[in-house]
T-cell receptor
Framework: GAVVSQHPSRVICKSGTSVKIECRSLDFQATTMFWYRQFPKQSLMLMAT?????????EQGVEKDKFLINHASLTLSTLTVTSAHPEDSSFYIC???????????FGPGTRLLVL | DAKTTQPNSMESNEEEPVHLPCNHS???????IHWYRQLPSQGPEYVIHGLTSNVNNRMASLAIAEDRKSSTLILHRATLRDAAVYYCIRIFQGGSEKLVFGKGTKLTVNP
């Protein structure tokens, strides 16, 4: 099956710093990538939809200036959490959809802890 | 709004079949039914999807009711590695194809 990777798998940072998370589709090209956030014991919440070469579309309530998304190529999307605060601590998961559409394939997730 | 309804939890014994139900009574004719599962501390994993006919793959079977208002994911022989949260999601194929996750069903497999 299709493989999606994320880097880093976990990160600890100080409050006020920025953190960049990478999402790569390893064996297919992804026109669309999605970013989710998951708090403990809760379900995944979609944050934004990222299309290659265009601006991301953010879900209601998600601050686009705080969560910067770049989808520069068909195999890479990045999420930057700017000026992170403890309440941003969460499990961030990306998914990618291939050019042919259909199924989304998920990365393993990145656990962010902001101190 | 996930637009699907699933039991919060289910329990099974190892090597026994498991039937995970999902209600999607407001489904439209162009909505596909997708199932994903999430193991602890991992990203979701695609399991299976279908539109009208029953579907089989190496992981599971998907039985879709004739009126499409409900479906059942079938794990033929549960293993300990099948313990996960299972999500039933309806997707309008051809639209934005955003996945809206509900709370899913937490499956516990007893040895």
């Amino acid at each position: 099956g299709a493989v999606v990777s994320q880097h880093p798998s976990r990160v600890i940072c100080k409050s006020g710093t920025s953190v960049k998370i990478e999402c790569r589709s390893l064996d297919f090209q992804a026109t669309t990538m999605f970013w989710y956030r998951q708090f403990p014991k809760q379900s995944l919440m979609l944050m934004a939809t990222s299309n290659e070469g265009s601006k991301a579309t953010y879900e209601q309530g998600v601050e686009k200036d705080k969560f910067l998304i770049n989808h520069a190529s068909l195999t890479l999307s990045t999420l930057t959490v700017t000026s992170a605060h403890p309440e941003d601590s969460s499990f961030y998961i990306c998914s990618a959809r291939s050019l042919s559409g259909g199924t989304q394939y998920f990365g393993p997730g990145t656990r962010l802890l902001v101190l | 709004d996930a637009k699907t309804t699933q039991p919060n939890s289910m329990e099974s014994n190892e090597e026994e079949p498991v039937h995970l139900p999902c209600n999607h009574s407001t489904i439209s004719g162009t909505d596909y039914i997708h199932w994903y599962r999430q193991l602890p501390s991992q990203g979701p994993e695609y399991v299976i999807h279908g539109l009208t006919s029953n579907v089989n793959n190496r992981m599971a079977s998907l039985a879709i009711a004739e009126d499409r208002k409900s479906s059942t994911l079938i794990l033929h022989r549960a293993t300990l590695r099948d313990a996960a949260v299972y999500y039933c999601i309806r997707i309008f194929q051809g639209g934005s194809e955003k996945l809206v996750f509900g709370k899913g069903t937490k499956l516990t497999v007893n040895p």
